[in-house]
C-alpha cells in the first residue's frame, strides 16, 4: 500500500480563509435574517436571528469547520474530497440538531417553526460559503509528490 505525505497547511493560509469565509458568511446570513426576519414575520423577541446571535454564532462555526478542515487535510489521502462529500455533510446535520434542540425545548422566547427553519437555512449559507473556500484555497496549490515504497 502506497503512503502519501500528509499536507501541511499554513496557520497564516487557514487564519486568511477563515477572516473570508466568517466576513462573507456572516454578511450573507445577516442580510438573509433580515429577509426572512420581515418575509415569516418572526417574533421581535426571538433574538437567535438578529444581527448580534447571527455573527456570533456564524464565527464559531466558521472556526469549527476550519480546524475540523486542517485535520482531515493532515489525515485523509484526498483531504478535500473527504471534507467536502463526508466531513461537512456531518458537521451540518450536526449544526442543525442545536437548532431541532431550540425548537423541542423552546429555550428562548419567541422561538417558533419558521424561525428555526429560517436559522437552519443559515447554517447552510455558512456551510456553502466556507466549504467552497476551503476547497480553492485551504490547500496549498501544489500537493508533495508521493512516497515511494521501501
Known amino acids: 500500500m502506497n ?5 501541511r497547511i499554513s496557520p497564516i493560509r487557514l487564519l486568511a480563509v477563515w ?6 458568511s456572516a454578511v450573507a446570513n445577516v442580510a438573509v435574517g433580515a429577509a426572512w426576519r420581515a418575509i415569516l414575520n418572526l417574533p421581535s423577541n426571538f433574538a437567535q436571528i438578529a ?7 456564524t464565527l464559531v462555526g466558521v472556526a469549527a469547520a ?10 485523509a489521502d484526498d483531504p478535500v474530497r473527504t471534507y467536502t ?5 456531518i458537521g451540518l446535520l450536526v449544526s442543525w440538531l442545536f437548532d ?15 424561525g428555526v427553519l429560517a436559522l437552519m437555512t443559515l447554517h447552510v449559507i455558512t ?3 466556507t466549504v467552497l473556500l476551503l476547497r480553492a ?6 500537493r508533495p509528490a508521493a512516497r515511494q515504497p521501501a
Do not use: E
Open 51 to 57: 444581527p448580534p446571535a447571527i455573527i456570533s454564532i
Open 19 to 24: 477572516a473570508v469565509a466568517f466576513v462573507a
Open 66 to 75: 476550519v480546524i475540523v478542515f486542517a485535520i482531515v487535510a493532515r489525515f
Open 85 to 89: 462529500f463526508i466531513v461537512a455533510p
Open 100 to 114: 431541532v434542540a431550540l425548537y423541542v425545548t423552546r429555550a428562548f422566547p419567541g422561538t417558533t417553526g419558521r
Open 137 to 142: 484555497q485551504g490547500l496549498p496549490k501544489t
Open 3 to 7: 503512503k502519501t505525505t500528509r499536507i
Open 127 to 129: 456551510a456553502v460559503i
